[in-house]
């Protein structure tokens, strides 16, 4: 049996599909994935097979996010469009010999996924990792870029009656006009057809809840966490940490900042200036020391699993994948959330005691200095370990044996 894994976007959309095809490994199912050529080191290092789609994504995001790479004529729509063309093409070719297909990452992408696996005859899977992706009357949908909701208005319901025209024009047109090419029927409502009416939320229901009643028979089934063996720290690493006090680690993930310097050394400052050191990662922002005081460490890969465990706290962008490790390992949290999800996490780190949401994306000395002040008291890291205490770990061993049913279903 096999199994294909679609993930396109960064690595936090990536590393979950890693855990989930390790878990289908341990089932005797075979898991291959289908990524960004970005993360095909990733992939290799973890034993799965892959197939990469389209070009690498590191240059595109760091274009977007500092402003040096404008969209293209027609702007999102005719890119949503080339992802369309792109990743069912890969899709369709590394699911050839596939039972199933679970999907995650940009909507027009998962929609070529579906495509696909229409085409192949095979079950479709969409997976979430945080449940604003989902529609709700809980929660407004994202804003599209160019298509802005009335001001004022703030019925969710409406919201997400606005969006579903949105996506339609969006990614509707590009989606079905590659339909058309590849002899599948047009689809009248993008949305619906992309999420399907049972899509899967893996997300930890500690940290991340799924709010009903609901439109959608949402499936909960955990984060996807790695269990693997542990991979060990680097001799500097296990060196640097057994220096001193366990220092406060600072990293964006794959997120590049638009002022990568500025924001290591208010970084840096805040951090010394509570008394502790500094672990900074350099990351797709390509964070770099600010100094040569034996204070400070940069690192590049780590397994947080093991890293999280020995940290006084945690500053980063707000990935799902990073607050989870962060809140499992007990560490107290800086959510600076720059896009998509990351404005959410950071709410639920605050909403839930265990860290300091930073009010924007633009860090600074005094800004980051405050929230510190919070996630180092004694009460945050208190209930931070008691919230560790209460996440689940078994998100992958509960999505196998869905998927499998689903395939047996099928």
Request: with cysteine; glycine share 10%.
């Amino acid at each position: 049996m096999r199994v294909l894994l679609m993930a396109y976007g960064s690595r936090g959309d990536v590393e979950p599909m890693v855990a989930l095809a390790l878990r289908l490994k341990e089932s005797g199912v075979e898991a291959r994935v289908c990524a960004p050529p970005d993360f095909a080191g990733l992939l290799a290092e973890a034993g799965i097979a892959s197939a990469p789609i389209g070009d690498p994504l590191r240059a595109m995001v760091k274009g977007a996010l500092t402003g040096k790479a404008p969209l293209p004529d027609g702007g999102l729509a005719q890119r949503a469009a080339a992802l369309v063309v792109t990743t069912y093409e890969a899709v369709l070719a590394a699911a050839a010999d596939c039972d199933a297909v679970v999907a995650t990452g940009l909507l027009p992408a998962a929609a070529a996924a579906r495509s696909a696996a229409e085409k192949l005859g095979i079950p479709y899977v969409f997976t979430a990792y945080f449940p604003a992706y989902l529609p709700s009357p809980h929660h407004p949908p994202f804003p599209r870029p160019g298509r802005p909701f009335p001001p004022g208005e703030t019925d969710n319901r409406v919201l997400w009656d606005l969006d579903v025209e949105n996506m339609n024009v969006l990614f509707g047109t590009g989606l079905n006009a590659h339909r058309e090419t590849v002899g599948l029927p047009p689809v009248d409502h993008f949305r619906d057809f992309v999420l399907t009416d049972r899509p899967w939320l893996a997300a930890d229901a500690t940290l991340s809840p799924w709010a009903r009643p609901a439109d959608l028979d949402v499936v909960q089934t955990g984060a996807w966490l790695r269990h693997s063996a542990e991979r060990p720290l680097s001799d500097g690493l296990s060196a640097f940490l057994d220096a001193g006090e366990p220092p406060v680690y600072v990293g964006f993930g794959s997120i590049p900042m638009r002022d990568a310097e500025d924001v290591a050394k208010a970084a840096v400052e805040a951090v010394r200036a509570r008394g502790r050191r500094v672990l900074l990662s350099r990351g797709w922002a390509d964070l770099a020391l600010v100094d040569d005081q034996d204070d400070c460490f940069a690192v590049g890969e780590a397994d947080h699993h093991v890293l999280f465990r020995r940290v006084a706290a945690v500053v980063h962008h707000g990935g799902a994948g990073t607050t989870t490790t962060a809140a499992l390992a007990g560490a107290p949290q800086v959510v600076v959330p720059q896009i998509a999800d990351q404005p959410y996490w950071a709410g639920r780190v605050a909403g839930l005691g265990i860290g300091a949401a930073h009010d924007g994306p633009n860090p600074t000395f005094a800004s980051l200095s405050a929230a510190l002040g919070t996630a180092l008291a004694p009460e945050t890291r208190a209930r931070a370990a008691a919230v560790a205490g209460s996440i689940r770990t078994d998100g992958t061993t509960v999505a196998a044996r869905l998927l499998l049913d689903t395939i047996g279903r099928g």
